[in-house]
């Protein structure tokens, strides 16, 4: 391998506009495309085969207008005033006349009328539970209690779809889609929004759902990132030129693989997350790998005194070669996801790989020619003065005061980082997954503004609706005395608010009910409320003979997070098996991949530890631009995990590699770590604290879904970089020291030898330098 990414590196110093032309052709080509394909993204992920999204496909099939998407709007008044005076009533009459009107939207007037006999009757009867006083069910009619809300009415008519409380400061209208609202174009939601700011004019205040809040999008808060990556560059390599090249090199990378999956967007399902995660991992690896290689070629000139172009086309050949295999981990653990079978995780993974890959060819390829466009001003005399004056010094610098000490205090060292990481990774116990909702918006958001107003006029549940489906055990149907049984044994339910009776098919056997719980959608009681609806053989469901399908966005959360959650320990397991396996190769050794994995999970651990601290109890919030803490996104533990192998493993790579090349040229016991130590941790330190920067680019986005992720793929990168490499991988390789190396005799002629170190490409290269030395003076080799 390192002797084709020699070949390949010099061909490109000497040939670069073959290589530039090239590249520069497939952006365009990509560009073209998307120029005639356009982005198709939704928000839309889902699970297939959970019970949720069973109940909601065969909706989609017998009864398609129950099965799109719920929204609301709350409209409030000022302060001690009302909305139902003559003029407000009006406007807000003509607000909601509009949403009926709009595409994607149903009328239930114009619904009913359509509707076959049976399907009206149920649904005047819901008409009349939903907006009568007797809506809040039978046990407030026994108690005597009158529900905080009731119908608005326009000149004594009820207006479908609104409620309004009882002092009349705030009034909820809820509607559905045609589709789920991951399905809606883009427009729907805005002239939605439109549509009801109309009644501002009468001083009305009207709040969308957090339903109907844009799509996240990536902002300008990642060029912070990237200028402090820019900064670390240029003090790394000491020049504009050289600390340029990684920047530019990473920018095509992105460009071209980021710009590919939306050009491709019209042929696979892609959620509006998936670019910005291969944006992340994008830049964050471009940068690095085209920095390992160009501050190669950079330490080959100054130390050794090649020429630029055989610097390059070296530093190619040997870490070139760390690059590919750092880069081949990273696409392994990524696609290591398509096992665990959920598709927009698989298509999230696959987009993610693909970045990496590209990223990975442009380092191999682009880099060099561009180095020999720059030719030796790659290394500017200065640099080269500075370089010889130092080689002179006996003093040592930083680095191997730091790993001298790591050494002798190896043990204090190790249990310190156990300790350490142990402490950060207790919150992990505490761990909540799930869907950020409108009760973790920031509070200046109209999706947190809209939460607050329907939890305060009607109750948190009305946040987050079920839809249930109810079908008859045998082949019978299901009438009208049995629904009303069905309804008000539901509404006895002390975690139901609110059932209302949507409609029967025609032909009988499946029934739609609308159930508001008393909590809200990502409450534990609201989870067990689901599947205590959903038991078959109990309750509800056995007395009348019913079988109860739930689903609805809240139910849908609630079924993906719990899925992502139990497939989260196969993936971890896969992981685990996957670096004992590819370090093996790697490095020829057992001990070295134990330690690799024991300090990965460790950095998993406190990274998730740290996460759950900061975005579900609310620590830092205000640093960190939000207000209130909630559950974790469901799915972001297993993408992190993924990415932080991969990019956990390239440091590794970068950095025992050295010791191991250190240890193969004749260093042993603590001198090989130390020196190893000291010729690659520089690197990794600038590398690591370039890709810290990108990833809290993003932590200062508004999505609180980016902010997460960008959050825990910082952090995950401070921990694995400066506390598991940085000191515990020198402590631990100083406690084994050449037994770290050690490998079964059978298991050593059995590996492969990746030669990632490019020991056999720099033995080719002496023999050659010492032929052609015999050739010139055939006179010494007598």
């Known amino acids: 391998m390192s002797t084709f990414l020699y070949r390949l590196g010099k061909s490109a110093y000497t040939k670069p506009w073959y290589f530039i032309v090239s590249w520069i052709a497939i952006l365009g080509v990509v560009l073209a495309i998307l120029g005639v394909n356009g982005i198709h993204v939704s928000s839309e992920m889902k699970i297939e085969g959970t019970e949720s999204q069973k109940v909601l496909d065969q909706l989609t099939a017998e009864l398609p207008e129950a099965s799109g998407g719920q929204a609301s709007i709350v409209f409030t008044a000022p302060n001690g005033e ?3 005076t003559p003029e407000r009533l009006s406007s807000i009459s003509n607000a909601v006349n509009d949403v009926y009107n709009l595409e994607y939207v149903i009328n239930p007037i114009e619904l009913a009328a359509q509707a076959g006999a049976s399907m009206t009757d149920a649904a005047a009867q ?53 589709v789920q609202q991951m399905s809606l174009p883009e427009w729907v939601p805005d002239s939605v929004i439109n549509a009801v700011t109309t009644v501002e004019q009468t001083g009305i205040t009207a709040l969308p759902s957090d339903s109907l809040s844009t799509k996240p999008a990536i902002g300008s808060t990642e060029a912070i990132g990237i200028a402090v990556a820019a900064v670390v560059l240029f003090m790394t390599l000491g020049s504009v030129v050289a600390a340029g090249l990684p920047l530019l ?34 830049l964050a690896v471009g940068i690095d790998y085209s920095l390992f290689i160009v501050n190669r070629q950079r330490r080959i000139i100054l130390d050794q005194g090649l020429s630029a172009q055989e610097a390059a086309s070296r530093a190619v050949g040997t870490a070139g070669s760390a690059v590919f295999f ?21 298509a999230m993974a696959l987009v993610a790989a693909l970045a990496v890959l590209v990223n990975v060819l442009v380092a191999l390829t682009l880099l060099p020619a561009l180095l020999g466009l720059v030719g030796e001003r790659i290394c500017s005399a200065k640099a080269r003065t500075k370089s010889s004056t130092q080689a002179n010094k006996t003093s040592h610098g930083f680095s191997h005061r730091w790993v001298t000490g790591v050494s002798k205090s190896r043990w204090l060292i190790i249990i310190g980082v156990i300790v350490i990481l142990g402490a950060g990774a207790l919150p992990v116990a505490k761990m909540e997954m799930g869907i950020p909702s409108g009760a973790t918006a920031n509070l200046d958001t109209p999706s947190r503004q809209s939460y607050d107003a329907i939890s305060e006029g009607f109750g948190e549940g009305f946040n987050g609706p079920l839809l249930l489906v109810a079908e008859p055990k045998g082949t019978g149907t299901i009438t009208m005395e049995t629904l009303g049984g069905l309804v008000q044994e539901l509404q006895q339910h002390d975690n139901v608010s609110l059932v209302t009776p949507m409609g029967v098919n025609k032909t009988g056997n499946m029934a739609i009910i609308s159930l508001i719980p008393k909590t809200g959608p990502t409450d534990k009681e609201t989870k067990d409320l689901v599947q205590e609806l959903r038991e078959s053989e109990g309750g509800t469901a056995l007395t009348n003979d019913l079988t109860i399908g739930v ?26 098996i996957l670096s004992l396996i590819i370090l093996l190769l790697v490095f020829r050794s057992i001990i070295v991949p134990l330690k690799a994995t024991v300090g990965f999970i460790l950095s998993v651990l406190a990274t998730f530890g740290i996460t759950t601290a900061v975005f579900q109890w609310g620590w830092l919030h205000s640093i960190f631009g939000f207000d209130t803490g909630g559950p974790l996104l469901s799915f972001m533990p297993i993408m992190v995990t993924g990415i932080l192998y991969g990019l956990a493993m390239d440091y590794q790579v970068f950095l025992v590699s050295s010791m191991r090349e250190s240890y193969v040229h004749g260093h042993r016991g603590t001198d090989s770590v130390v020196h190893g130590y000291k010729q690659a941790s520089r690197v990794v330190v600038a590398a690591a604290v370039i890709m810290v920067s990108v990833f809290a680019g993003f932590i200062f986005a508004h999505d609180i879904m980016i902010k997460q992720i960008g959050f825990a793929l910082a952090i995950g990168i401070f921990i694995d970089a400066f506390i598991v490499r940085m000191a515990l991988v020198p402590a631990v390789m100083a406690v084994f020291g050449d037994k770290a190396w050690w490998l079964p005799k059978w298991l050593d002629r059995m590996l492969p030898n990746l030669d990632v170190e490019g020991d056999k490409l720099l033995a080719v290269l002496k023999e050659q330098e010492g032929a052609a030395n015999i050739k010139a003076n055939p006179r010494q080799a007598n």
């Not at 007797?134 to 009731?150: F, I, K, R, V």
């Not at 981990?329 to 665990?340: D, S």
């Open 82 to 84: 009302r909305l139902d």
């Open 551 to 576: 689903t609805g966005f809240t139910a849908i959360n609630i079924d993906m997070s719990s899925k992502l959650a139990e497939v989260f320990p196969l993936y971890v397991g896969i992981i685990v």
């Open 249 to 282: 090199t990473a920018l095509m990378g992105v460009g071209i693989s980021v710009g590919g999956a939306f050009a491709f967007s019209n042929v696979f399902h892609m959620t509006d997350l998936t670019p910005v995660l291969a944006l992340m991992v994008g």
């Open 126 to 178: 819901g008409s009349q539970t939903a907006q009568g006083e007797a809506s809040a069910g039978s046990t407030q009619e026994a108690t005597g209690e009158l529900p905080p809300y009731g119908p608005m009415l326009v000149d004594g008519v009820p207006l479908p779809g609104i409620m309004i409380a009882s002092d009349g400061s705030v009034a909820l209208f809820q509607f559905q889609f045609t």
């Open 326 to 346: 750092a880069g081949l981990t990273v696409i392994i653990a990524l696609c290591g996801m398509l096992v665990i079978g959920i598709g927009f995780l698989s």
